[in-house]
Nanobody
Framework: QVQLVESGGGSVQAGGSLRLSCAAS????????MGWFRQAPGKEREGVAV????????YYADSVKGRFTISQDNAKNTVYLQMNSLKPEDTAMYYC???????????????????WGQGTQVTVSS
């Protein structure tokens, strides 16, 4: 079992920044893909960014590329999502997720992640 706890959400104006944190505990050795997903009301959950904790490789959704950065602190078992140049369309509940790496690497698809946090709300006003 892996437990994930997100923090750092809040309300900002467009153009602002937020940093989300995801603290992992439990059998984290079995989950070497850590991802961030988001879900806005009435929309499907979509992948934002993923990191392979064993080597640090990352992948981003096109909608956040160049604005968001995913990183890790292995000593703290924590993954971060630095969000800059926020837009109103970034408003959503953000979830941290953990899962094992597959043959194709860490894929930014919800079905490949077995552990989820409770979510943290991000609201961007225009």
């Amino acid at each position: 079992q892996v437990q994930l706890v997100e923090s750092g959400g809040g309300s900002v104006q467009a153009g602002g920044s937020l940093r989300l944190s995801c603290a992992a505990s439990g059998h984290t050795y079995s989950s070497n893909c850590m991802g961030w997903f988001r879900q806005a009301p009435g929309k499907e959950r979509e992948g934002v960014a993923v990191i392979y904790t064993g080597g640090g490789s990352t992948y981003y959704a096109d909608s956040v590329k160049g604005r968001f950065t995913i990183s890790q602190d292995n000593a703290k078992n924590t993954v971060y999502l630095q969000m800059n140049s926020l837009k109103p369309e970034d408003t959503a509940m953000y979830y941290c997720a953990a899962g094992p790496i597959g043959r194709s690497g860490c894929l930014l698809l919800p079905e490949f992640f077995g552990y989820w946090g409770q979510g943290t709300q991000v609201t961007v006003s225009s």
